[in-house]
């Protein structure tokens, strides 16, 4: 049985209304002001409907099954913005909003993750679970290994640099095996909360085992809620970058900050939310899950699959980038194990990964 508040009623009922709006102004050549401010409101909308549905599915599932399912709808933007980019010709927005969306998780949407993880633990340390953390580095670092060979290869001028389609579709779908035989198993030995088994001295015989109350929302309810949402922040992340242009051109912002910061901010609102969300309510495990699923499945699944999707449509796709994201992959793969990869983190962590993201942003401007 779904039991929702008067309050939650109403929040749901008015980001109907936003979007609505916000499709109503695309569509119907509303001026470019409007239209962004009501494409704004209703993307946060969107991801907040997200972020309030992640909660009672997490207590049905463990948080690897919960994050991977949030992670998965958050992702839906950066895909449709990057099949419409391809199928226009527009490389350039293609490749920075793949790259943009793993700079904006790793380093923005977690580190503020961190910031206020580690303000809400009593000893100001957040801690979590060592294993996704290090699974996502490693997923993270044999991507960056493929794009690095490619930028080497190109900037030697060798025999390989003449055959990169054929290098990235190869990369493409060993990348797709590493990740599926990564995500079967850790998505199986994910745990409900309350499933893990208990020593048998830890609970008196006599004890009877508490009764834990039922999630609030019905399964059928929480899920139509993430597919929804989930969906419709697609659309209005492309009516957002859309209504965004015009101030793009008058204020002379390169193509690749475009990508890069604009497109990669608005199509991760929902992680945003959802991570800062459960981080500020203690739930560390989720919170890491929501962000660091995202970094994996966007550098090992989603910018792999984009690659073979490529070949259908009017531009390719590749691996090759430019030399100053090669370069800011690499560290952000490094720094990236170099924080979360012992299971803790303090808030000055936190805005290290956000100071980096911001420097990033800023050369992006220039480029």
């Not at 463990?62 to 958050?74: D, H």
């Not at 953390?133 to 060798?158: C, E, N, Y």
């Not at 990669?264 to 739930?283: D, F, P, S, T």
């Not at 962590?349 to 993201?357: D, F, I, M, R, S």
Request: with cysteine.
């Amino acid at each position: 049985m779904s039991v929702l508040s008067r309050l939650e009623r109403s929040a749901l009922a008015a980001i109907v209304l936003l979007t609505v709006l916000a499709g109503t102004a695309e569509y119907g050549g509303w001026a470019a002001v409007p239209s962004f401010a009501l494409a704004t409101l209703s993307l946060a909308g969107l991801a907040w409907i997200v972020s309030f549905a992640t909660e009672p599915l997490g207590e049905r599932f463990g948080p690897g099954v919960t994050g991977m399912m949030q992670s998965t709808l958050g992702n839906l933007p950066e895909l449709f913005v990057v099949i419409f980019a391809l199928q226009k010709g527009e490389t350039v927005v293609a490749q920075t909003a793949l790259i943009g969306s793993i700079f904006a998780n790793a380093l923005l949407v977690l580190g503020l993750v961190l910031v206020v993880g580690s303000r809400r633990a009593p000893d100001g340390i957040m801690r979590f679970s060592v294993k996704l953390p290090k699974d996502t580095a490693t997923l993270l670092q044999v991507t960056v290994f493929i794009i690095v060979l490619l930028g080497l290869s190109l900037a030697a001028h060798d025999p390989a640099s003449h055959h990169v389609n054929t290098i990235s579709a190869v990369g493409a779908v060993c990348l797709l095996i590493v990740y599926g035989t990564w995500v079967v198993p850790y998505l199986r030995a994910d745990r409900a909360p309350g499933d893990e088994p208990a020593a048998a001295d830890e609970v008196p015989e006599s004890e009877e085992p508490e009764e834990r109350p039922g999630p609030r929302l019905s399964l059928r309810f929480t899920l139509t809620l993430l597919i929804v949402a989930g969906s419709a922040s697609a659309f209005v992340s492309d009516w957002f970058v859309n209504a965004l242009e015009p101030a793009i051109v008058q204020l002379d912002i390169s193509q690749a900050f475009a990508g890069l910061v604009i497109v990669a901010i608005a199509g991760n609102a929902v992680e945003n939310v959802a991570g800062l969300v459960l981080a500020h309510k203690g739930r560390s495990d989720l919170a890491i899950s929501v962000v660091k699923n995202s970094v994996a499945q966007i550098a090992a699944f989603l910018f792999p699959l984009l690659v073979l999707v490529s070949f259908a449509l009017k531009t390719n796709l590749t691996f090759a980038l430019a030399p100053v994201y090669i370069g800011a992959l690499v560290l952000t793969a490094l720094v990236l194990d170099q924080i979360t990869g012992d299971g803790e983190a303090a808030e000055f962590e936190g805005w290290a990964l956000v100071a980096l993201y911001v420097i990033l942003a800023t050369v992006t401007l220039y480029e």
